[in-house]
């Protein structure tokens, strides 16, 4: 069945980039989303981008998409200690019906 | 409209007690879904409907986890003789059509003692 993979945990110094990747199996994904869940709070969506696309800027994120190697990058340009959270990676297949999550990067931002 | 709506957000229950919850998707969102959640993981799917039609099931809603959606509105999950590991956050989404996002709702989290 599909799967989507993700590290578990990112720290980053406040200012920087933080980068967080993410593997999936489906190769007839269609969309390919990143959530953002603070504790105790749902989860947030934070942009997605279409199978068809590489790349796609959204302000300070930016969504890389290798559907050869099927490896989606989110970037987060000038970190800030309100990013610090769980990332979710989700991918939607052409059924258009269940997402398939990833486990959840811990991103944690110090001062 | 202020977006899913789940009740209760908190459900503390004795193990072979029944529990429903109830989501309410954003008005005019057709695709409803349910999705469980435990401690350090992601959100798995549990099942979801087009209007009223449950169109998928996955393995993990064994025989005692029931959902409707009666009126293509509003959707109830039922668990029967609830266990221990049932133990998770019950997280409710809907989308406008099948080609559009997922809005989530804050969940329900139940506790089986």
């Known amino acids: 069945g599909e799967d989507v993979e993700q590290s578990l945990f990112l720290s980053v110094r406040e200012g920087d980039s933080s980068v967080i990747n993410c593997t999936y199996t489906?190769?007839?994904?269609?969309?390919l989303y990143w959530y953002k869940q603070e504790p105790g709070a749902g989860l947030q969506l934070l942009t997605y981008?279409?199978?068809?696309?590489d790349m796609k800027q959204d302000q300070r994120l930016t969504v890389l998409l290798n559907k050869k190697d099927k490896h989606l990058s989110l970037r987060i340009a000038d970190t800030q200690t309100g990013d610090s959270a769980i990332y979710f990676c989700?991918?939607?297949?052409?059924?258009?019906?269940?997402?398939?999550f990833g486990d959840g990067t811990t991103l944690t931002v110090k001062p | 409209d202020t977006g899913v709506s789940q009740d209760p957000r908190h459900k503390i229950t004795k193990r072979g007690q029944n529990v429903t919850f109830r989501c309410d998707p954003i008005s005019e969102h057709n695709r409803l879904y349910w999705y469980r959640q435990t401690l350090g993981q992601g959100p798995e799917f549990l099942t979801y409907?087009?209007?009223?039609?449950?169109?998928?099931k996955s393995r993990l809603l064994s025989d005692r986890f029931s959902a409707e959606r009666p009126k293509g509105s509003f959707s109830t999950l039922e668990i029967q003789r609830t266990e221990q590991g049932d133990s998770a956050m019950y997280l409710c989404?809907?989308?406008?059509?099948?080609?559009?996002?997922?809005?989530f709702g804050p969940g329900t989290r139940l506790t089986v003692l």
């Open positions: 409907f087009q209007n009223e039609a449950q169109l998928e």
């Open positions: 989404a809907s989308s406008l059509d099948p080609y559009n996002e997922q809005f």
């Open positions: 489906d190769s007839s994904s269609t969309y």
């Open positions: 989700a991918e939607q297949g052409t059924n258009a019906g269940k997402s398939t």
């Open positions: 981008i279409f199978s068809n696309m």
